[in-house]
């Protein structure tokens, strides 16, 4: 299991934007997958995007075209930009690295969209 440090987040107002960061320390090799849920107050944690070594991306339907994910494998980080943010994007976002079939998870960081 690797350590993943986030940092990242706060507040910001309809519209406007804010960067995630996430690092894994633990693995000598570049971790197999990482990427962000996300979990808002009454509500399950839910994917928001995701990368693999190969910098194959997915995002959830609600982020696509406001949010990029991005990685750099020599610092063993990834990235997610947000843009566009919505009161609805308002969550604690977690980072998850999954390197061969284990999971593992960032402390959270509170991002909070006011309109």
């Known amino acids: 299991q690797v350590q993943l440090v986030e940092s990242g987040g706060g507040s910001v107002q309809t519209g406007g934007s804010l960067a995630l960061s996430c690092t894994a320390s633990g693995s000598i090799v570049p971790v197999d997958f990482m990427g962000w849920y996300r979990q808002a107050p009454g509500k399950q944690r839910e994917l928001v995007a995701r990368?693999?070594?190969?910098?194959?991306?997915n995002y959830a339907d609600s982020v696509k075209g406001r949010f990029t994910i991005s990685r750099d494998n020599a610092k063993n980080t990834a990235y997610l930009q947000m843009n566009n943010l919505k009161p609805e994007d308002t969550a604690v976002y977690y980072c998850?690295?999954?390197?061969?079939?284990?999971?593992?998870w960032g402390q959270g960081t509170q991002v909070t969209v006011s309109s």
């Open positions: 998850n690295a999954n390197q061969r079939g284990v999971n593992s």
């Open positions: 990368i693999t070594i190969n910098e194959h991306t």
